[in-house]
């Protein structure tokens, strides 16, 4: 079974540019999240999806934005970066209903960096 | 509200020396509890998680974690660490309602030669 699958892996970006980061969950996985991980922050929540729909957000600026298409998997666009923005970008998916069983299951992850 | 401390940012033991990662959780109610692994420009890892099942969990490469409600802690153990254990651990805590997943701010783990 295919794990989740994040791209591109590493990404550079000059400031003010846009970035695009993309998942895709564990086939059968409903809902996708995204964390940030910067340098000494820990995993900062930043959205969840469910079934196509945003069913929460961390406390992260507008610029800060994604999707859920109908196959599940997902894109995390930020706008207008800055040189903070630069950190890990972890997706995870689960069944909506037993993630609290089982858990999450994270991908690799999408280095961004801003320069 | 769910919550989860991680005593120790940074933890350094010698190869074969005992591994303890300190984990305690804010909870009314029996949660859900996980153990995570981050080695270095990786997702997460499960290592292994308590579901109300058995109080000590058993998970991948030797560790383990006791849940101790009175102490409302879920420390992991490994009796022997090893170089590749090398790595930053997280420890997680879902709601009830498993509407929320909370994860603690995470362990360094050193291990010296």
């Known amino acids: 079974e295919a794990g989740v699958t994040q791209s591109p892996t590493h990404l550079i970006k000059t400031r003010g540019q846009q970035a695009t980061l993309r998942c895709s969950p564990i086939?059968?996985?409903?809902?996708v999240y995204w964390y940030q991980q910067a340098l000494g922050l820990g995993l900062q929540f930043l959205l969840w999806?469910?079934?196509?729909?945003?069913?929460n957000r961390g406390n992260f600026p507008p610029r800060f934005s994604g999707r859920q298409f109908p196959n599940y998997s997902s894109e995390l666009n930020v706008n207008a970066l800055e040189l903070e923005d630069s950190a890990l970008y972890l997706c995870?998916?689960?069944?909506?209903?037993?993630?609290?069983?089982?858990?999450?299951?994270f991908g690799s992850g999408t280095r961004l960096t801003v320069v | 509200a769910q919550s989860v401390t991680q005593l120790g940012s940074h933890v350094s033991v010698s190869e074969g020396a005992l591994v303890l990662l300190r984990c305690n959780y804010s909870?009314?109610?029996?949660?859900?509890l996980f153990w995570y692994v981050q080695y270095p420009n990786q997702g997460l890892q499960l290592l292994l998680k308590?579901?109300?099942?058995?109080?000590l969990v058993k998970g991948i490469n030797g560790f383990e974690a006791e849940f101790k409600k009175s102490e409302t802690s879920f420390h992991l153990t490994k009796p022997s660490a090893h170089m590749s254990d090398a790595a930053e651990y997280f420890c997680a805590v879902s709601g009830l309602n498993f509407n929320k997943f909370y994860f603690g701010s995470g362990t360094k783990l050193n291990v010296k030669p």
């Open positions: 308590y579901t109300s099942a058995a109080t």
């Open positions: 086939s059968g996985h409903t809902s």
């Open positions: 909870s009314s109610v029996p949660p859900y």
């Open positions: 999806y469910d079934e196509g729909e945003e069913r």
């Open positions: 995870a998916s689960s069944l909506a209903r037993d993630r609290g069983f089982y858990g999450y299951t």
